[in-house]
């Protein structure tokens, strides 16, 4: 239900007399307690009527299609997301054909994209365009974290990265656009948890591999004086050359043959 704050205000114009009947300001209640922040309606030209008499109403209702379609189906399979994640974290021990946790969340992700998507639709064929334009920065969202679970790779975390930018940047011009203010709709915690989440992660792998190059710099030394030695004896130095010639002789040295097997796991080695 709405409260009503403040009291009505009277003009004269035109020779009529015209009221205000409640307030430009309205809390939309959720419980008992009254919401301490007025909701701030968008201020939009309309064409109101000129015939005596008659009355104008406007339905605040949203429509049932949308409210299910943005507000309802894409958080419950955000719900089975986390669900079939943790559920197949723990069966894929003992099942190991058993679908992983990025295809669970991918397909639960997917599913809210394709809800979202046909919400805009709804809501710009009706014309709701304010309601479009939210599920159309919902279905962005949502499909970058479906594409990052599926796509697994170098490029998760940067994408990720661009999903809370993406989330942070449409939601601060939605609330530009109705609540006249960056913040006025509320600070999304989502987008600023995942853009905190990247560049922790981030972090914490640079600060990794300098502490790694700062371990192998030891024997990195080690291994260039005993090659320096070893260039320096005449007989270490044949054997190098002669090995060198071994090998590109029976093709070793090809571009093609050496392979990266270090991201595979160690029980699915051959």
């Keep these: 239900r709405w409260w009503e704050r403040g009291g009505a205000t009277s003009t004269e114009w035109c020779g009529a007399k015209w009221s205000r009947v409640g307030s430009p300001h309205a809390v939309f209640l959720t419980s008992v307690s009254v919401a301490e922040q007025p ?7 309309i ?14 209702l949203m429509d049932y299609r949308l409210y299910y379609g943005i507000y309802v189906l894409p958080p419950a399979f955000g719900s089975v997301a986390g669900f079939m994640g943790s559920l197949s974290g723990i069966v894929s021990v003992r099942f190991p054909e058993f679908q992983g946790t990025h295809v669970w969340c991918g397909c639960s992700f997917g599913l809210a994209c394709i809800c979202n998507m046909i919400s805009a639709s709804i809501a710009f064929s009706i014309g709701q365009d304010i309601t479009g334009y939210i599920a159309l920065h919902f279905t962005c969202t949502t499909f970058l974290l479906a594409y990052v679970c599926f796509h697994q790779g170098t490029w998760f975390l940067p994408i990720l990265f661009c999903n809370g930018i993406q989330a942070i940047g449409g939601w ?4 530009v656009w109705l609540w006249h203010s960056p913040s006025g ?8 948890f995942t853009c905190t989440f990247c560049a922790g992660v981030t972090s914490m792998r640079v600060w990794s591999i300098w502490k790694s190059r700062l371990l192998l710099k030891h024997d990195q030394d ?23 010639k071994v ?11 050496c392979r990266q097997h ?6 699915k080695l051959p």
Excluded at 172 to 175: C, D, E, F, W
Excluded at 247 to 257: A, E, P, T
Excluded at 262 to 267: C, G, Q
Aim: charged residues 25%; aromatic residues 8%; proline residues 3%.
């Design 39 to 45: 909701l701030k309606p968008v201020q939009v030209e």
């Design 172 to 175: 601060a011009a939605i609330s």
């Design 262 to 267: 270090n991201r595979l796991r160690a029980d």
């Design 247 to 257: 090998v590109r002789m029976i093709g070793l040295d090809g571009n093609n043959y």
């Design 47 to 60: 064409d109101l009527p000129t015939e005596r008499g008659l009355l104008q109403t406007f339905h605040l």
């Design 222 to 244: 080690m291994y260039d004086d005993l090659w320096a030695k070893l260039l320096e004896g005449e007989d270490s130095r044949f054997s190098i050359e002669h090995l060198e």
């Design 185 to 192: 709709g509320g600070v999304t915690f989502s987008g600023l």
